[in-house]
C-alpha cells in the first residue's frame, strides 16, 4: 500500500504541475494513466464498475466520479482530481483540489477549508479510536467556515479492495456516531471531505457518474490514503 501510495501521490503533484486553462480533462487522464504504468501500478478505478477512465476529473459545481474528457480546462475552474492505483493487489485512493489560473476569493478559501478538514480527520486517526472521532474533526473543521459536508458519499476503509468496511462519514450522526466502529492498528482508511459552497445535497448527472451540486455551486474535495498505527497516523498517498 506504501507503494501503491507513492504512484497516486506522483500522479497528483504532476497533474497539479500541468494543469492549465485550454488543457482537456482527456489530457489529464492520459498522463496519469501512464505515470501508473509506467511506474508498475494499475489504475484502480478504470473498469471498476464500469468506471471508462484511469482518473476522476470533477470540476466547479461537480464534486466527484466526473468522467475525463475534451473538456477543456478555463481560468477561474476548480479541478478536482481523484486517483486510484493498485500495486501487487493492494489499492491506494486520494484525491485534490487544483486552482486552474486565478480563482475566485470564495473559491480559494473553500479549498483551503477542505484541505483543513483533511487535516483535522487524519490527526483523529489512531489505534483505540472510533471512527466518529474523524467524522466529527472534519464536520467541525468545515462547518466553522460555513460550508457544508456531502452526506451521500464517504470515506471508506481500503486495502486488497478499493472500497471496504468500514465507511467514513464527513458528518458524525447521533446513535451511528456513538456506536461507529473502533480502529484496530494495522487498519488503512481513505478520508475524504466533500465541502461544498451551498447545500450538502447532490445529484447525479446523465452519464450516470458525475455528481454535482443541487444547488450547483462550488464543491471541493481532498483525500488520503491514511495507515491507523499505534501512536497516530501513517499518510500512504504521498509521492
Given at each position: 500500500?506504501?507503494?501503491?501510495?507513492?504512484?497516486?501521490?506522483?500522479?497528483?503533484?504532476?497533474?497539479?504541475?500541468?494543469?492549465?486553462?485550454?488543457?482537456?480533462?482527456?489530457q489529464?487522464?492520459?498522463?496519469?494513466?501512464?505515470?501508473?504504468?509506467r511506474?508498475?501500478?494499475?489504475?484502480?478505478?478504470?473498469?471498476?464498475?464500469?468506471?471508462?477512465?484511469?482518473?476522476?476529473?470533477?470540476?466547479?459545481e461537480?464534486?466527484?466520479?466526473?468522467?475525463?474528457?475534451?473538456?477543456?480546462?478555463?481560468?477561474?475552474?476548480?479541478?478536482?482530481?481523484?486517483?486510484?492505483?493498485i500495486?501487487?493487489?493492494?489499492?491506494?485512493?486520494a484525491?485534490?483540489?487544483?486552482?486552474?489560473?486565478?480563482?475566485t476569493?470564495e473559491?480559494?478559501?473553500?479549498?483551503?477549508?477542505?484541505?483543513?478538514?483533511?487535516?483535522?480527520?487524519?490527526?483523529?486517526?489512531?489505534?483505540?479510536?472510533?471512527?466518529s472521532d474523524i467524522?466529527?474533526?472534519?464536520?467541525?473543521?468545515?462547518?466553522?467556515?460555513g460550508?457544508?459536508?456531502?452526506?451521500?458519499?464517504?470515506?471508506?476503509?481500503?486495502?486488497?479492495?478499493l472500497?471496504?468496511?468500514?465507511?467514513?462519514?464527513?458528518?458524525?450522526r447521533g446513535?451511528?456516531?456513538?456506536?461507529?466502529?473502533?480502529?484496530?492498528?494495522?487498519?488503512?482508511?481513505?478520508?475524504?471531505?466533500?465541502?461544498?459552497v451551498?447545500?450538502?445535497k447532490?445529484?447525479?448527472?446523465?452519464?450516470?457518474?458525475?455528481?454535482v451540486?443541487?444547488?450547483?455551486?462550488?464543491?471541493?474535495?481532498?483525500e488520503?490514503?491514511?495507515?491507523?498505527?499505534?501512536?497516530?497516523?501513517?499518510i500512504?498517498?504521498?509521492?
Amino acid at each position: 500500500m506504501r507503494q501503491a501510495g507513492r504512484i497516486v501521490g506522483e500522479v497528483l503533484r504532476l497533474l497539479a504541475d500541468i494543469a492549465e486553462p485550454g488543457m482537456t480533462t482527456g489530457q489529464l487522464n492520459r498522463t496519469a494513466g501512464e505515470h501508473i504504468r509506467r511506474r508498475g501500478g494499475e489504475a484502480a478505478f478504470n473498469g471498476y464498475r464500469g468506471f471508462p477512465a484511469d482518473v476522476c476529473t470533477s470540476i466547479n459545481e461537480e464534486v466527484v466520479h466526473g468522467i475525463p474528457g475534451p473538456r477543456k480546462l478555463r481560468e477561474g475552474d476548480l479541478l478536482k482530481v481523484d486517483v486510484g492505483v493498485i500495486w501487487e493487489g493492494y489499492h491506494a485512493d486520494a484525491a485534490v483540489t487544483i486552482p486552474v489560473g486565478d480563482v475566485t476569493e470564495e473559491g480559494r478559501f473553500l479549498v483551503r477549508a477542505t484541505r483543513m478538514a483533511l487535516e483535522a480527520g487524519v490527526r483523529a486517526v489512531r489505534a483505540g479510536a472510533r471512527v466518529s472521532d474523524i467524522s466529527t474533526a472534519v464536520q467541525q473543521a468545515a462547518e466553522k467556515h460555513g460550508f457544508s459536508l456531502v452526506r451521500e458519499y464517504t470515506g471508506h476503509g481500503i486495502g486488497r479492495a478499493l472500497h471496504e468496511e468500514p465507511q467514513v462519514p464527513n458528518v458524525a450522526r447521533g446513535r451511528l456516531a456513538r456506536n461507529s466502529p473502533v480502529l484496530p492498528a494495522g487498519a488503512a482508511l481513505a478520508i475524504e471531505p466533500m465541502v461544498n459552497v451551498g447545500t450538502y445535497k447532490t445529484e447525479v448527472l446523465e452519464d450516470g457518474w458525475t455528481v454535482v451540486t443541487r444547488d450547483r455551486k462550488l464543491s471541493a474535495h481532498f483525500e488520503h490514503t491514511v495507515a491507523v498505527e499505534q501512536e497516530g497516523p501513517v499518510i500512504l498517498t504521498v509521492p
